[in-house]
């Protein structure tokens, strides 16, 4: 069984750019989370989604957003980007819609803001 | 104000040897309590998961215990080996509103 899988693996952007991250979760699980990691502020939550509708989100500001497709793909996007912002972005699927349902987490996608 | 807190931030021992990391947290009405492992330039790896109801869970060499009442837990790795070398990671969650909320972290180092 194919594990998480995260677009791309490295990504260098501007300052005042966008960027989209793309996660495709382990077949069969619905729910998608995204997180944040950072030297400073170390692993915090972003968002998820399950079954395409947002179930939860951290206290990041409007400029994240995420969305989740039929196929439980997730994508988040992060406009008008900041030097701040660059971080590893994490996503991580849970086959069930319990939060006792473990996590399983892709490599990450690491943002670099020149 | 809901935190989780792993103290020491690095450990180097001897491999072979049994070993306890700490995790400790505010709020003892805790949903779970969760260990991972990140390996350098990886995601994380779950460890073990002790939902609020639980006292303990094993996996391995892996031992995690939860002690909601002093917000203590521990995860206990027996017979160490240069291959746990890793950075471990606690995370809490709790039902006010099931976001994870994590410790930074203690980076292990095995010896050989």
């Known amino acids: 069984k194919a594990g998480v899988t995260q677009t791309p693996r490295y990504l260098i952007k501007t300052r005042g750019q966008q960027v989209t991250l793309s996660c495709s979760p382990i077949?069969?699980?619905?729910?998608v989370s995204w997180y944040q990691q950072t030297p400073g502020q170390g692993l915090q939550f972003l968002f998820e989604y399950f079954s395409e509708t947002q179930r939860n989100k951290g206290n990041f500001p409007g400029r994240f957003s995420g969305r989740q497709f039929s196929n439980s793909r997730s994508e988040m996007n992060v406009s008008t980007l900041e030097l701040g912002d660059s971080a590893l972005y994490l996503c991580a699927s849970r086959g069930g819609s319990s939060y006792n349902s473990p996590l399983h987490f892709g490599n990450g996608t690491r943002l670099t803001v020149t | 104000k809901q935190e989780v807190t792993q103290i020491p931030a690095a450990l180097s021992v001897p491999e072979g040897e049994n070993l306890v990391l700490n995790c400790s947290f505010t709020d003892s009405a805790i949903y779970n309590l969760q260990w991972f492992r990140q390996d350098p330039g990886k995601g994380l790896t779950s460890l073990l998961l002790?939902?609020?109801s639980q006292r303990e869970q094993t996996s391995g060499r892996l031992n995690a215990s939860l002690d909601k009442s002093s917000g203590r837990s521990t995860l206990y790795i027996a017979a160490s080996q240069p291959g746990d070398s890793a950075t471990y990671l606690c995370a809490a969650v709790w039902d006010s509103n099931y976001q994870l909320i994590w410790g930074a972290g203690t980076k292990l180092i095995i010896k050989p």
């Open positions: 077949s069969g699980h619905r729910s």
């Open positions: 002790i939902q609020s």
